[in-house]
């Protein structure tokens, strides 16, 4: 792990997706928080906040729309890369007004997630 790596949240209820994407992501040089929801995500230690979340719209309690919404008004601005297999123009309607950076359908190329991940950081960090 290299030091200064950036640090990706990845939220999925589906715990393959979660680990694909943390391979991946490990591979690519991230530093990676899984979690299982998002409660468990609000619920985390804030000490080291992410560089941007992988965000499934579909999750067990809290959606991930919700989330965002949350997020939003506690003033975060954490970049936020949805990857989601309910992939309809509403949902993405919904979650662009949210605030995602980017929206991706499952199952999306380890390109794509990754050139979204480096888009959304880059404009978080312009903010």
Do not use: N, W
Not at 2 to 21: E, N
Not at 77 to 92: E, L, W
Not at 97 to 119: D, F, Q
């Amino acid at each position: 792990m290299t030091a200064g790596a950036r640090l990706i949240a990845i939220i999925d209820s589906d715990q393959s997706v979660r680990r694909a994407v943390a391979r991946l992501l490990r591979a690519h040089g991230f530093r990676v928080q899984a979690f299982a929801s998002a409660e468990a995500f609000l619920v985390r230690g804030r000490s080291d906040e992410p560089a941007c979340l992988v965000l499934d719209m579909e999750l067990d309690g809290i959606s991930g729309i919700e989330l965002l919404r949350r997020l939003a008004a506690e003033g975060s601005s954490i970049p936020t890369v949805v990857m989601t297999g309910a992939d309809d123009g509403s949902m993405q309607r919904r979650a662009i007004v949210a605030g995602c950076a980017a929206y991706l359908s499952k199952p999306s190329s380890a390109e794509r997630l990754l050139a979204a991940i480096e888009r959304a950081m880059r404009a978080g960090d312009r903010d």
